[in-house]
């Protein structure tokens, strides 16, 4: 129960994740609907874990 609890406070909305990302809600919509940003349903309302969200933003690594 523990986790779960540590879980919910770790949950960012979409508001707060396009404020990280400086891009718009509909942006983080998008990536969450394409599956791009993995995120998860509280009643209504969409959440992306802070884990997540730094996966997210890390660069990607580039073959030379």
Excluded: C, Y
């Excluded at 209504?44 to 730094?54: G, H, N, S, T």
């Amino acid at each position: 129960m523990f986790e779960l609890a540590n879980a919910h406070n770790d949950a960012l909305t979409r508001k707060q994740v396009a404020n990280a990302l400086q891009v718009s809600v509909t942006t983080v919509t998008r990536l969450i609907g394409e599956g791009q940003l993995p995120a998860f349903r509280i009643g209504r309302q969409w959440r992306v874990r802070r884990i997540d969200l730094e996966n997210f933003m890390q660069p990607v690594p580039v073959a030379s």
